[in-house]
């Protein structure tokens, strides 16, 4: 089962929240990470993806946001 977690989208523009899966790589399809992996979220609303780095259950968004979309 993969896992869901609560999220922001973090461009200032959109305002988007809700329950996303990570992708193992940019435009991927959902996939399970491991903790200490990153991981891409890609909101639902604006279609641009932001990447992160998941720690146990806590996902930290990395700064560059300017990842297109």
């Known amino acids: 089962m ?3 977690y609560p999220m922001a989208c973090p461009h200032d523009e ?5 329950s ?3 992708t193992s790589a ?4 959902g ?7 990153r991981a891409w979220f890609q ?7 932001w990447e992160v780095l ?3 259950d806590r996902v930290m968004i990395l700064p560059n ?4 979309g």
């Open 43 to 49: 909101c639902p609303r604006c279609a641009r993806a």
């Open 31 to 37: 996939a399970e990470i491991a903790s200490g992996q």
């Open 65 to 68: 946001l300017e990842c297109g």
């Open 20 to 22: 996303l899966v990570p």
């Open 14 to 18: 959109c305002g988007w929240t809700g």
């Open 2 to 4: 993969l896992s869901r």
């Open 26 to 29: 940019r435009g991927g399809a």
């Open 54 to 56: 998941m720690s146990g």
